[in-house]
């Protein structure tokens, strides 16, 4: 059966802190897809990555980190220098093929940066 | 306008009352869904809709119907609603169920409280 843990309830860290975001996913195909995703206190969750099994190759994009690594099933968010902006919830998403593809969402991470 | 929106973005109704949730996207997408996020909950996918047809509703009580004139448009119907209804709703629409590419693009959510 597909899941996808976030085993990180609430982060707390101090602005300029580096954090690290950690996903667990299971999944028997070899096909699929991962996400991030950041839902602000506004509500709106905003896309940030999407990554396919076949492609292990981490990725930047600014104070953004993506660690994917298929041999222990993660595919971690870390953000460097953390700012009081990035406070919020992200959430690690999972998508295969059932007929269709399907996405599942894990609990989410809240994280907390203060100034 | 651009993206997804939703209308209102906060609603308070009695359990007796009769109101519908909009949602409009304006990518261009075949997919479109409806998901439930309650407090300290994780996200539950309520209804998926591509190209207009329903394609998955997650044992969602009957006093929640969707409804999908074309692929631009989702509305959720509400009537006598509980009290532990009360949620944010989240509206979303991707690309396009049978490939890869379906990175889900989220609309702001409709706050909705249940008197």
């Known amino acids: 059966a597909q899941k996808v843990t976030q085993a990180q309830t609430e982060i707390s860290v101090v602005e300029k802190e580096d954090v690290t975001l950690d996903c667990v996913y299971e999944t028997r195909d070899t096909t699929y897809y991962l996400f991030w995703y950041k839902q602000p206190p506004s509500g709106e969750l905003v896309f940030l990555i999407r990554r396919n099994s076949f492609d292990e190759q981490n990725e930047i994009s600014g104070r953004y980190s993506w660690n994917f690594q298929k041999s222990t099933s993660s595919f971690n968010f870390t953000i460097t220098a953390s700012q009081v902006v990035d406070s919020a919830v992200y959430f690690c998403?999972?998508?295969?093929?059932?007929?269709?593809?399907?996405?599942?969402f894990g609990a989410g991470t809240r994280l907390f940066v203060k100034a | 306008e651009t993206g997804v929106t939703q209308t209102p973005r906060h609603l308070v109704m009695g359990m007796t009352n009769k109101k519908s949730l909009k949602c409009e996207q304006h990518?261009?997408?075949?997919?479109m869904y409806w998901y439930k996020q309650s407090a300290k909950k994780p996200l539950e996918l309520m209804f998926v809709?591509?190209?207009?047809?329903?394609?998955e509703n997650n044992s969602v009580p009957s006093r929640f119907s969707p409804e999908c004139p074309n692929s631009s448009h989702l509305f959720l119907h509400l009537h006598t609603l509980q009290p532990e209804d009360s949620a944010l709703y989240l509206c979303?629409?991707?690309?396009?169920?049978?490939?890869?590419?379906?990175?889900?693009?989220f609309g702001p959510g409709t706050r909705l409280t249940v008197l």
């Open positions: 990518l261009g997408h075949n997919a």
């Open positions: 979303a629409s991707s690309q396009d169920l049978n490939t890869g590419a379906d990175t889900q693009y």
């Open positions: 809709y591509s190209l207009e047809e329903r394609v």
């Open positions: 998403a999972l998508s295969f093929y059932t007929g269709g593809f399907k996405t599942i």
